[in-house]
């Protein structure tokens, strides 16, 4: 059961030495966490933990948590847990895309499946997803917060079925169908940190605006990705990746969409054909195009959109919101 208010407040309390969260640390202090919980070196998980951690990510979602937390007075033993489930869980998820996109890049360097195999690496995502859960359960047991796996499980749930009707298609979808696909794989893990510290806090009532928030974020956040991926600057090997392989890409489809009947239905019998022999001609004909800069506006459309909607949220969920608004500003497009 979750304790009433006065307790919560009374024993979760951040105190003024508590976990540093500024720009400056916060990045160190999730490393630092994560370093002490992984495999140990000699085990053979240990070395591909340490492989895959080297280079952390921006830890966008540990970074909300402990945003959150830090607002809503959780103490710090409690908010590393939820910050140190989500992020694991993240990771998972990345591993877990490597393997069904076939890719050897993961933040400028090889990644897991291309330096151990697809077989080593679905068991360390698998690794990850465990140890993911134990912390939830550490962070349940110490806020007496007993929906924490269940809300970690759901958001599991839900990307996964995401990701699944993303790999499902045949040929590019269109626009609306890839928003909807962005939002089903990405929304749920963006959301989930600061889901588990409301919960933790008893504020249900900031839950429904802050989803409508996530929703439409969730959405920014993969076509920025899909941009970084066609200027190269994702972390892949090269740029324009996305359209090599024929995976789904937000300035991929915007080019499709701007074809002619013929040059679509040239594409699309090229997305369906095994081979992959013309797609240098398709690389020049979306650099040649309109499509990047397109994208890029109806991007800071999307994103003037949530300025707009979050304009009018109390104080604390506008300082939840800014690790993604400072990532997704961060970059030029």
Same mark, same amino acid.
């Given at each position: 059961?979750?304790? !009433?208010?006065?307790?919560?407040?009374?024993?979760?309390?951040?105190?003024?030495?508590?976990?540093? %969260?500024?720009?400056?640390?916060?990045?160190?202090?999730? =490393?630092?966490?994560?370093?002490?919980?992984?495999?140990?070196?000699?085990?053979?998980?240990? &070395?591909?933990?340490?492989?895959?951690?080297? =280079?952390?990510?921006?830890?966008?979602?540990?970074?909300?948590?402990?945003?959150?937390?830090?607002?809503? &007075?959780?103490?710090?033993?409690?908010?590393?847990?939820?910050?140190?489930?989500?992020?694991?869980?993240? !990771?998972?998820?990345?591993?877990?895309?490597?393997?069904?996109?076939?890719?050897?890049?993961?933040? @400028?360097?090889?990644?897991?499946?291309?330096?151990?195999?697809? &077989? %080593?690496?679905?068991?360390?995502?698998?690794?990850?997803?465990?140890?993911?859960?134990?912390?939830?359960?550490?962070?349940?047991?110490?806020?007496? #917060?007993?929906?924490?796996?269940?809300?970690?499980?759901?958001?599991?749930?839900?990307?996964?079925? @995401?990701?699944?009707?993303?790999?499902? /298609?045949?040929?590019?979808?269109?626009?609306?169908? /890839?928003?909807?696909?962005?939002?089903?794989?990405?929304?749920?893990?963006?959301?989930?940190?600061?889901?588990?510290?409301?919960?933790?806090?008893?504020?249900?009532?900031?839950?429904?605006?802050?989803?409508?928030?996530?929703?439409?974020?969730?959405?920014?956040?993969?076509?920025?990705?899909?941009?970084?991926?066609?200027?190269?600057?994702?972390?892949?090997?090269?740029?324009?990746?996305?359209?090599?392989?024929?995976?789904? !890409?937000?300035?991929?489809?915007?080019?499709?969409?701007?074809? !002619?009947?013929?040059?679509?239905?040239?594409?699309?019998?090229?997305?369906?054909?095994?081979?992959?022999?013309?797609?240098?001609?398709?690389?020049?004909?979306?650099?040649?195009?309109?499509?990047?800069?397109?994208?890029? #506006?109806?991007?800071?459309?999307?994103?003037?959109?949530?300025?707009?909607?979050?304009?009018?949220?109390?104080?604390?969920?506008?300082?939840?919101?800014?690790?993604?608004?400072?990532?997704?500003?961060?970059?030029?497009?």
């Amino acid at each position: 059961m979750l304790r !009433n208010t006065a307790k919560v407040a009374d024993s979760h309390v951040m105190s003024s030495n508590g976990l540093n %969260i500024d720009d400056d640390s916060e990045g160190n202090n999730i =490393t630092r966490e994560i370093y002490q919980i992984l495999p140990s070196d000699n085990s053979d998980l240990g &070395q591909v933990a340490k492989h895959h951690f080297e =280079t952390p990510g921006k830890y966008i979602r540990a970074k909300i948590a402990l945003r959150s937390s830090k607002y809503f &007075q959780i103490c710090p033993e409690v908010s590393i847990k939820w910050a140190l489930a989500v992020e694991l869980m993240h !990771n998972a998820s990345l591993i877990h895309d490597d393997i069904c996109d076939k890719t050897s890049m993961r933040r @400028g360097r090889i990644n897991v499946r291309a330096k151990f195999g697809n &077989q %080593i690496a679905l068991i360390f995502g698998d690794w990850l997803i465990g140890k993911s859960f134990e912390q939830a359960d550490l962070a349940a047991s110490k806020s007496h #917060t007993i929906e924490l796996s269940s809300i970690l499980s759901f958001a599991l749930i839900k990307t996964s079925l @995401g990701q699944s009707r993303d790999l499902s /298609y045949q040929t590019y979808p269109v626009w609306n169908e /890839y928003l909807n696909i962005a939002s089903e794989k990405t929304s749920p893990l963006l959301m989930l940190p600061a889901e588990g510290i409301l919960k933790i806090a008893q504020k249900n009532e900031f839950l429904e605006p802050l989803q409508v928030l996530f929703t439409l974020l969730s959405k920014c956040y993969q076509i920025a990705n899909d941009m970084k991926n066609i200027m190269g600057t994702d972390g892949e090997m090269a740029a324009l990746s996305d359209l090599k392989r024929k995976a789904p !890409n937000a300035v991929v489809i915007m080019f499709k969409e701007d074809l !002619n009947e013929k040059s679509q239905e040239l594409f699309n019998k090229w997305i369906q054909e095994s081979n992959n022999i013309d797609a240098c001609y398709w690389q020049k004909r979306l650099k040649e195009s309109q499509a990047f800069m397109r994208t890029s #506006t109806v991007f800071k459309r999307m994103l003037e959109e949530v300025h707009q909607i979050s304009a009018s949220l109390p104080e604390e969920l506008k300082q939840i919101m800014l690790p993604i608004m400072d990532d997704l500003k961060r970059e030029e497009y």
